[in-house]
């Protein structure tokens, strides 16, 4: 196991649309083992494979108080569930230190994965969950929080984070 580096905004390469996982073998464990670790070292409650710079779809989260209930997921799609019922949320990014950013994203949402067997499965996150899914299925989409923003408060972040 081991501690891996993640990527910076305004780094180009979080900009980067992940590719779907077909080979389900060691490497995938092994990678998300590392994203699991690097997730609980930043006390991050979610990580995308594009933050440490491997280009597929792989997310790992923890929403847990007590850090023990780690889910890996791949492949994941969300189908909306309810557009009309957006909800706001104040998101963080460990890509983007000491931005929160306000997002409205809608909090009931259909999931469909894979883990890491290639066994496909379907849920019906809610909440927390829902919000830090969304974050991170933006991410392996080469969106960013910063986004979000207006072209001024983006540029004013981005200033920041280069200086
Ligand atoms: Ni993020």
């Given amino acids: 196991m081991s501690i891996l580096k993640i990527l910076k905004y305004p780094d180009p390469r979080l900009r980067t649309v992940a590719k779907e996982v077909e080979i389900f073998d ?82 009931k949402i259909e999931l469909h994965w894979s883990d890491l067997k290639g066994k496909q499965h379907k849920s019906n996150p809610e909440g927390l969950l829902a919000v830090c899914i969304q974050h991170e299925i933006d991410h392996l989409e080469g969106k960013l929080l910063v986004d979000y923003l207006s072209p001024l408060k983006r540029s004013r972040l981005k200033n920041r984070a280069t200086r």
């Fill in 26 to 107: 060691k490497s995938l464990d092994n990678l998300s083992t590392d994203m699991l670790e690097t997730m609980y070292a930043e006390n991050g409650i979610g990580l995308a494979a594009t933050q440490v710079d491997v280009h597929i779809r792989l997310v790992v989260i923890d929403i847990s108080d007590d850090r023990d209930t780690p889910l890996i997921f791949v492949n994941p799609e969300v189908k909306i569930l309810d557009n009309k019922s957006l909800v706001p949320c104040e998101e963080g990014c460990l890509s983007i230190p000491g931005a929160s950013v306000e997002v409205s994203r809608p909090d």
